[in-house]
């Protein structure tokens, strides 16, 4: 059975490990302060390291789920108990595999770089994924594995991981901002909030997911949708005089232009 090891336990971690076959994997936690890893531990059913290095020392797989701005500290305690059949698989963003590889201070260690998005708390993330030269094939089909237990893996050339951020990671505020903004106009023509704010975010939901099952483009729904002459088209034709399309493309280039100044 292999380990695997969770440096830092906050929500990302906490949602990945709860979607983890405990009988299929043996896992470890370990945090800042070892009274409240104890006691997370015990909520998860997994076992409490008790310092970082004793976790590296017994996992296959170290997860490191710690700020961006804590990992280089988080590793420089843990370049001497590293090895090339441990692999690190690292959710901090805009860390890259070149920057991880520098930190770990090794030639070859075996590195995965992963992004998971905020679904992941209900078991339905979008995660990128890319590896480094170092790592097998068995070890790639485990960290993806790991993942898959709370979502979909997308394999990413790392060049384009700063798209994915933004298309994956941060669009999901722009997707409430769009159901808010609809629901608004249902309180508008006399729907209470509540009410409305669900029914737009179950028509949201169902639309996606009949763009994933059918398989079709999505303005050959749109098409399908729009009546000759009818009601929906006009709200088409509103959105596209508004420059729906363009804000929203604005939007995601505004934030991957964002995450390249954070580097």
Same mark, same amino acid.
């Given at each position: 059975?292999?380990t695997?090891?969770?440096?830092?336990?906050?929500?990302?971690?906490?949602?990945?490990?709860?979607?983890? &076959?405990k009988?299929?994997?043996?896992?470890?936690? !370990?945090?800042?302060?070892?009274?409240?890893?104890?006691?997370?531990?015990e909520? #998860?059913?997994v076992?409490?390291?008790?310092?970082?290095?004793?976790?590296?020392q017994?996992? &296959?797989?170290?997860?490191?789920?710690?700020k961006?701005?804590?990992?280089?500290?988080? #590793?420089?305690?843990?370049?001497?108990?590293?090895?090339?059949?441990k692999?690190?698989?690292?959710?901090?963003?805009?860390?890259? #595999?070149?920057?991880?590889?520098h930190?770990?201070?090794?030639?070859?260690?075996?590195?995965?770089?992963?992004?998971?998005?905020?679904?992941?708390?209900?078991?339905?993330?979008?995660?990128?994924?890319?590896?480094?030269?170092f790592?097998?094939?068995s @070890?790639?089909?485990?960290?993806?594995?790991?993942?898959?237990a709370?979502?979909?893996?997308?394999?990413? @050339?790392?060049? &384009?991981? !700063?798209t994915?951020?933004a298309?994956?990671?941060?669009?999901?505020?722009?997707i409430?901002?769009?159901?808010?903004a609809?629901?608004?106009?249902g309180?508008?023509h006399?729907?209470?909030? &509540?009410?409305?704010?669900?029914?737009? !975010?179950?028509?949201?939901?169902?639309s @996606?997911?009949?763009?994933?099952?059918?398989?079709?483009?999505?303005?050959?729904?749109?098409?399908?949708?729009?009546?000759?002459?009818g009601?929906?088209?006009?709200?088409?034709?509103?959105?596209?005089?508004?420059?729906?399309?363009?804000?929203?493309?604005?939007?995601? !280039?505004?934030?991957?232009?964002?995450?390249?100044?954070?580097k």
């Amino acid at each position: 059975m292999q380990t695997i090891g969770f440096i830092g336990v906050g929500k990302m971690a906490t949602a990945i490990i709860s979607g983890l &076959d405990k009988n299929k994997f043996e896992i470890i936690i !370990s945090g800042h302060n070892l009274p409240k890893t104890k006691k997370q531990a015990e909520e #998860l059913d997994v076992k409490a390291a008790e310092n970082h290095e004793e976790l590296v020392q017994q996992s &296959d797989f170290i997860v490191l789920s710690v700020k961006p701005q804590v990992l280089p500290s988080v #590793l420089s305690q843990l370049i001497n108990h590293l090895s090339k059949d441990k692999t690190l698989i690292s959710i901090a963003a805009g860390l890259t #595999l070149s920057d991880l590889k520098h930190l770990a201070d090794s030639e070859n260690q075996p590195i995965i770089r992963v992004m998971p998005n905020i679904n992941a708390q209900i078991g339905q993330s979008t995660s990128a994924i890319v590896k480094n030269e170092f790592v097998d094939d068995s @070890a790639y089909e485990i960290a993806q594995r790991i993942f898959n237990a709370v979502g979909s893996v997308h394999e990413i @050339a790392e060049k &384009d991981f !700063s798209t994915f951020a933004a298309i994956a990671g941060s669009s999901p505020a722009f997707i409430y901002m769009f159901i808010d903004a609809m629901a608004r106009a249902g309180v508008l023509h006399g729907l209470p909030k &509540d009410q409305a704010t669900a029914i737009v !975010s179950e028509t949201v939901k169902a639309s @996606a997911e009949m763009l994933l099952q059918s398989g079709e483009n999505p303005w050959s729904l749109v098409d399908k949708v729009s009546s000759p002459g009818g009601t929906t088209v006009a709200g088409v034709v509103s959105l596209e005089q508004n420059h729906f399309g363009g804000t929203v493309i604005d939007a995601i !280039s505004a934030t991957i232009e964002r995450e390249k100044h954070l580097k």
